[in-house]
C-alpha cells in the first residue's frame, strides 16, 4: 500500500532551522529517486530537492547552500535539513518520487501525495 508521511514542520524564526523526515512505504522508496516539493500560500507546488537511490543530490537555486536532503534506505525514509530559513521558505513540504518517476508512475495512475508538514518561518 502506497503511504508517504511528512513531519518536522513547525514555526521557527527566519535564520532559524528544521529538519523534515518523510517515512514511503517500500513501493515507492526502494530503489526510486525521491524528492522533497513544496507548496507556498496561493502557489503552485514545486521541486525544492531531489536524491537518486544512490545519494547522489539536486536542489533548486532558492534553497541550494541551505538545504541537505539525505536518506536512509535501511528505514525507508527521506529527510531534508533545512537552514538559514527565510519567511519566503514559508509553505507545506512534501514528499514523494523525484519528478521524471512520478511522470511514468502517473501515465500508470499514481497521482499519490501525503498530507504534507507546514513550515512557517517568522521574520
Known amino acids: 500500500q502506497e503511504q508517504l508521511v511528512e513531519s518536522g514542520g513547525g514555526l521557527v524564526q527566519a535564520g532559524g532551522s528544521l529538519r523534515l523526515s518523510c517515512v514511503a512505504s517500500?513501493?515507492?522508496?526502494?530503489?526510486?529517486?525521491m524528492a522533497w516539493y513544496r507548496q507556498p500560500p496561493g502557489e503552485p507546488r514545486e521541486l525544492v530537492a531531489s536524491i537518486t537511490s544512490g545519494g547522489s543530490t539536486n536542489y533548486a537555486d532558492s534553497v541550494k547552500g541551505r538545504f541537505t536532503i539525505s536518506r536512509d534506505n535501511a528505514k525507508n525514509t527521506m529527510y531534508l535539513q533545512m537552514n538559514s530559513l527565510k519567511p519566503e521558505d514559508t509553505a507545506v513540504y512534501y514528499c514523494n518520487l523525484a519528478p521524471e518517476i512520478r511522470g511514468r508512475w502517473y501515465v500508470r495512475g499514481y497521482n499519490y501525495w501525503g498530507q504534507g508538514t507546514q513550515v512557517t518561518v517568522s521574520s
Open positions: 517500500g513501493s515507492i522508496f526502494t530503489g526510486n529517486d
